[in-house]
């Protein structure tokens, strides 16, 4: 077994794992990334499909998320606005489908109403939440302990208003239903991107996209932290740590993939939380670790990808924008490359429609999604020329998408917990950030926190 010696080890070469690994490696200390993949980029993923370029995973940056502008900028990367001219098409419970603009959906005077005052409840609400600290406000445990959808059902007897403003945590966030987790867990959501009006306003949340996609962040800084020190296909199996040697010795872990064994200072455990129970830990970890690492979970949503010979919905004077929580893609938007002629459409099918669909056939899988985008833009839909469903449940080394969220009662239970060390081992990734909660934004804070908090500790710098 090849011996390897590094200040600092990560596991995961993801936004999070390789913006702690070039901070690090800025401030002097060497790193070693080990990757299970045999890419870079984790949950962003750029890659062609019968000759057409999608972003499989991550694509939008929204302008809240200065950690990833700041990015951006730092490497160099251009970004475009997402298409937006035009109207909006929204799809009432009876199945037709109704031309808008703006925010709210044509829904009638008083679910319009009532969607105005459930957004004012909300935004109330997110504004005295501190996304850093949820756990800390005065009623954490009272809105922990009661799940979105009963919350809603004691706001509001506006079914289609409660529908409506569920879809913009459950389906569109959490990808999760609305009845499995809090209300505190949507409060952080919202409060993470700034406020729950920002979560109705796709120009704000699905602003801008990456010329050449988003993945490029992670590729550029591993380019930076350099291919010597990220090794692909190296899943991490064991960690062996001691709870007597202060962390930053050098040897207080030793990292074990199948060919290799480093030992290092500390470890950056990069990973989504669903996925801690795959490395065993020798000697265990906590038990309350063992617990917290139980109560969160990964999400499920399909982002699907349609191409056209040309963006027809943009002739008929349609945006691309679709809402409906009564259909089977619940949003859907004008995904068109930079400077491509070709029109592309992305949709997304999530939590119990997902569930259902995956255990159709594919084709009927692909008739009943391409049917619903038909709903939204007419039967045009129905023909596309490349026709692509990401499929990250089955990624062994994420399991999910788009990220992890407590169970009812988890984030007041153990949301600080998640954020302490254990010895030697920090743990982190978008999953566990405030701001950007989710997101690549959230991923680089994570990612930029973890090495301070390194740095803070390391002998040169006392
Ligand atoms: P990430 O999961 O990316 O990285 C973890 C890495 O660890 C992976 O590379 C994995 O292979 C590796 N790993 C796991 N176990 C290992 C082991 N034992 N040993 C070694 N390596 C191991 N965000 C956004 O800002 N805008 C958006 O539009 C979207 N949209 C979106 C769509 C879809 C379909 C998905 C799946 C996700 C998004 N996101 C998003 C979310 C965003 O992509 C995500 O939050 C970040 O990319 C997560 O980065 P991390 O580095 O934290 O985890």
């Given at each position: 077994?090849?011996?390897?010696?590094?200040d600092?080890?990560?596991?995961?070469?993801?936004a999070?794992?390789?913006?702690?690994?070039?901070?690090?490696?800025?401030?002097?200390?060497?790193v070693?990334?080990?990757?299970?993949?045999?890419?870079?980029?984790?949950r962003?993923w750029?890659?062609?499909?019968d000759?057409?370029?999608?972003e499989i995973?991550g694509?939008?940056?929204s302008?809240?998320?200065?950690?990833?502008?700041d990015?951006?900028d730092?490497?160099?990367l251009?970004?475009y606005?997402?298409y937006?001219?035009?109207e909006?098409?929204?799809?009432s419970p009876?199945?037709?489908a109704h031309?808008?603009?703006?925010?709210?959906?044509?829904?009638?005077?008083?679910?319009?109403?009532e969607?105005?005052?459930?957004?004012?409840v909300?935004?109330?609400?997110v504004?005295?939440i501190?996304?850093?600290?949820?756990?800390?406000h005065?009623?954490?445990?009272?809105f922990?302990?009661i799940?979105?959808?009963?919350?809603?059902?004691?706001q509001?007897d506006?079914?289609?208003?409660r529908?409506?403003?569920a879809?913009?945590i459950?389906?569109?966030?959490?990808?999760?239903p609305?009845h499995?987790f809090?209300?505190?867990?949507?409060?952080?959501?919202?409060?993470?991107?700034g406020?729950?009006?920002?979560?109705?306003?796709?120009?704000f949340?699905?602003?801008?996209?990456?010329?050449?996609?988003?993945q490029?962040?992670?590729?550029?800084?591993?380019?930076?932290?350099g291919?010597?020190?990220?090794?692909?296909?190296?899943?991490?199996?064991?960690?062996?740590?001691?709870?007597?040697?202060a962390?930053?010795t050098p040897?207080?872990?030793r990292v074990?993939?199948?060919?290799?064994?480093?030992t290092a200072?500390?470890?950056?455990?990069?990973v989504?939380?669903n996925?801690?129970n795959?490395?065993?830990y020798a000697?265990n970890?906590?038990?309350?670790?063992?617990?917290?690492?139980?109560?969160?979970s990964?999400g499920?949503?399909?982002?699907v990808?349609?191409?056209?010979?040309?963006?027809f919905?943009?002739?008929a004077?349609?945006s691309g924008?679709a809402?409906?929580?009564?259909?089977?893609?619940?949003?859907a938007?004008?995904n068109?490359?930079?400077?491509e002629e070709?029109g592309?459409?992305?949709g997304?099918?999530?939590?119990?429609k997902?569930?259902a669909?995956?255990r159709?056939?594919?084709?009927?899988?692909?008739?009943?999604?391409?049917?619903s985008?038909?709903?939204?833009?007419?039967?045009?839909?129905?023909?596309p020329?490349?026709?692509?469903?990401?499929?990250?449940?089955a990624?062994?080394?994420?399991q999910?998408a788009y990220?992890?969220?407590f169970?009812?009662g988890?984030l007041?239970r153990?949301?600080?917990?998640?954020?302490e060390?254990?010895g030697?081992?920090?743990f982190?990734s978008?999953d566990?950030a405030?701001?950007?909660y989710?997101h690549v934004?959230g991923a680089?804070?994570?990612?930029?926190?973890?090495?301070?908090?390194i740095l803070a500790?390391?002998?040169?710098a006392?």
């Open positions: 077994m090849e011996k390897i010696e590094r600092v080890v990560i596991v995961g070469a993801g999070t794992g390789l913006t702690a690994a070039h901070r690090l490696q800025q401030a002097g200390k060497s070693l990334v080990l990757e299970a993949r045999d890419r870079i980029g984790g962003l750029t890659d062609h499909i000759g057409q370029l999608y995973g694509q939008w940056v302008p809240d998320q200065t950690a990833l502008i990015m951006l730092e490497l160099g251009d970004t606005s997402r937006r001219e035009g909006s098409v929204y799809v009876d199945g037709t031309r808008f603009t703006g925010d709210i959906f044509p829904a009638g005077a008083t679910t319009e109403a969607l105005e005052r459930l957004i004012g909300l935004d109330g609400l504004a005295e501190d996304p850093a600290a949820p756990w800390e005065p009623r954490a445990s009272e922990d302990h799940s979105f959808t009963l919350w809603l059902e004691q509001s506006d079914a289609e208003a529908d409506n403003i879809l913009f459950a389906d569109a966030m959490l990808t999760k609305a499995s809090s209300l505190l867990q949507a409060l952080l959501m919202a409060a993470s991107a406020s729950f009006s920002h979560l109705v306003d796709a120009d949340i699905l602003d801008k996209r990456v010329v050449g996609g988003l490029q962040v992670p590729l550029a800084l591993g380019e930076r932290v291919a010597e020190n990220v090794l692909l296909g190296r899943p991490v199996r064991r960690i062996e740590w001691s709870e007597t040697a962390p930053g040897g207080a872990v074990l993939t199948d060919e290799l064994e480093v200072g500390h470890v950056i455990v990069a989504p939380p996925l801690y795959r490395i065993e000697p970890l906590p038990r309350l670790r063992q617990q917290l690492q139980q109560h969160q990964l499920l949503v399909i982002k990808h349609a191409t056209y010979p040309t963006p919905w943009r002739a004077g349609l924008t809402f409906s929580p009564y259909q089977l893609v619940h949003e938007y004008d068109t490359n930079f400077g070709q592309t459409l992305v997304f099918v999530s939590d119990e997902a569930d669909v995956f159709l056939p594919a084709e009927e899988r692909k008739r009943r999604i391409l049917t985008l038909a709903a939204y833009y007419g039967p045009e839909a129905l023909s020329t490349v026709y692509y469903e990401s499929d990250w449940a990624e062994e080394w994420t999910g990220a992890a969220s169970d009812l988890g007041t153990y949301g600080a917990l998640q954020l060390p254990v030697p081992i920090r982190g978008s566990l405030a701001e950007g989710q934004d680089i804070r994570v990612g930029a926190r973890l090495a301070a908090e500790e390391s002998p040169a006392q």
